[in-house]
């Protein structure tokens, strides 16, 4: 079996594809410690490697406050991409929405207003008059929209999130935790990136009043893109920030900060350790051939193998071109063979121990060679 060893390692992983690559910290001991931040629970993630570079307490169950209306906004863009709702489409004003508390974007039930309108109500001023009236026009009453919030909260993965309501007023059982809320952004932003401009609005006029949006870090950061802000007493402050440098995307994910300010310095903090620390290279192409492993007992007897997905990997500063890689493939490979059909993975190292795990498929249709083609196959290895 000969080793593919490319002298750039080159592509990239969906999350929504299980091929996700795993980082092992500890391969890399030289590299600063995050910083630390006032937030009770964080996470930083590469949205290109989908890597956590960063994380305390990730997995907790917490109060989300509004980053719940981010769930609200995946299932008002996944409505607008399915033609059923359109931007342009007026929507009528409840009294429950209009009498929904909190923050407003002011809506009264007789005067009109725009999906277009409404999601920015929602996404810039955190509108809860907003994620109510979606809600109900995409499901017809919140109640079943919650079941839609929760249905698609276990479909991506969300395993620690459940959600209450549409826009995240505070119950006992409306919790996430700060790895699930960094994946539905992610999601976000890679199935609709037409809608995310919503994200980056500094300001929103309706009934006459202009709001500012509440991220702080639209207005201080020019590299920041978004997404979501969020406060009750029992969440603190909370905030997801996206931001791009240099072509490379990152997701902070603050939880649960002592005030508005802190949790915009800590997603900052958080961001500059991300970019300063780290380098994100893209490894293997989709469907890039990293090797041909020979099987007797296969037809074709060379199986070409690669990753099925654009592979990207995260790795500490200057890292990346020592990584090197190694097959692990099991002796007793299962036959006929599917495209795309997982055998094995392919492991990037540093020397010293795995740094990163891809998954390794056939990139063709194999069959199970007969007797005759299985002894041709031996002859032909022999010469070989």
Request: overall charge neutral.
């Amino acid at each position: 079996m000969s080793l593919f060893s490319p002298s750039r390692v080159l592509g990239a992983l969906l999350l929504a594809a299980s091929a996700v690559a795993n980082v092992h910290a500890q391969a890399y001991p030289a590299i600063p410690d995050a910083p630390n931040v006032d937030a009770r629970n964080y996470v930083l993630i590469d949205q290109d490697s989908h890597q956590i570079l960063a994380a305390r307490k990730a997995d907790d169950r917490v109060p989300p406050a509004s980053l719940t209306k981010l769930m609200t906004t995946y299932l008002t863009f996944q409505a607008l991409a399915l033609g059923r709702l359109k931007l342009d489409q007026q929507i009528p004003v409840s009294v429950e929405a209009w009498k929904a508390g909190g923050s407003t974007m002011f809506l009264q039930p007789k005067l009109p207003v725009t999906v277009d309108q409404l999601i920015s109500g929602m996404v810039v001023v955190s509108g809860n008059d907003a994620a109510d009236a979606l809600a109900q026009a995409i499901a017809g009453n919140t109640d079943s929209f919650v079941q839609m919030m929760n249905a698609t909260a276990r479909q991506l993965g969300l395993s620690e999130s459940h959600f209450d309501n549409v826009n995240g007023l505070p119950t006992t059982t409306n919790l996430v935790s700060a790895r699930d809320i960094g994946v539905l952004a992610e999601d976000i932003v890679q199935r609709y990136p037409q809608y995310l401009h919503y994200f980056g609005e500094h300001t929103f006029t309706y009934n006459r009043i202009t709001q500012p949006n509440w991220n702080p870090l639209l207005f201080s950061d020019s590299t920041v893109t978004g997404m979501k802000t969020g406060h009750t007493d029992e969440a603190g402050y909370c905030l997801v920030a996206t931001a791009v440098r240099k072509g490379r995307p990152l997701i902070a994910v603050v939880l649960g900060s002592s005030t508005r300010k802190a949790s915009a310095q800590a997603a900052e903090a958080l961001l500059d350790y991300g970019y300063l620390n780290f380098e994100t290279h893209l490894a293997y192409k989709a469907g890039q051939v990293v090797d041909r492993l020979r099987n007797n007992w296969a037809s074709p007897a060379e199986i070409p193998v690669g990753p099925a997905a654009d592979t990207w990997v995260t790795v500490p500063l200057g890292r990346y071109a020592a990584l090197k890689p190694g097959l692990d493939v099991a002796a007793n490979m299962p036959l006929p063979l599917k495209r795309e059909q997982t055998i094995g993975q392919l492991t990037l190292s540093d020397g010293k121990q795995a740094t990163v795990d891809i998954p390794l498929v056939a990139l063709a249709p194999v069959a199970r060679a007969g007797w005759l083609t299985h002894w041709w196959n031996e002859l032909v290895a022999l010469t070989i």
